[in-house]
Nanobody
Framework: QVQLVESGGGLVQAGGSLRLSCAAS????????MGWFRQAPGKEREFVAA????????YYADSVKGRFTVSRDNAENLVYLQMNSLEPEDTASYYC??????????????????????WGQGTQVTVSS
């Protein structure tokens, strides 16, 4: 089992930056692919970014490509989401999630929240115009 705790959210002006962190408990962090999702009020949860267990492959939603960067530190059980050039449309609660490395359909289905077994409680990001 993995417990995930996000941090780093806050209020920022458009064009600014934030770095979200997700701390994972347990000694098996490197056996999980990690994803970031977000949910704005009245909207469905949507995929933002993902990174495979080794850190060797990353994926991004088109809406954040070129602005956001996902990374991980397996030695410290941490995954990060660096968010630059933030826009008011990025305002949402941001969640990190863990998907078991053995899940063979992950590489084609990483955008689906159904593939992720563990979720954090979320951290709020608000971007003012």
């Amino acid at each position: 089992q993995v417990q995930l705790v996000e941090s780093g959210g806050g209020l920022v002006q458009a064009g600014g930056s934030l770095r979200l962190s997700c701390a994972a408990s347990g000694r098996t962090f490197s056996t999980y692919h990690m994803g970031w999702f977000r949910q704005a009020p009245g909207k469905e949860r949507e995929f933002v970014a993902a990174i495979v267990w080794s850190g060797g492959i990353t994926y991004y939603a088109d809406s954040v490509k070129g602005r956001f960067t996902v990374s991980r530190d397996n030695a410290e059980n941490l995954v990060y989401l660096q968010m630059n050039s933030l826009e008011p449309e990025d305002t949402a609660s941001y969640y990190c999630a863990a998907a078991p490395r053995h899940r063979l359909d992950y590489y084609s289905g990483y955008r689906s929240s159904r593939l992720y077994d563990y979720w954090g409680q979320g951290t709020q990001v608000t971007v003012s115009s």
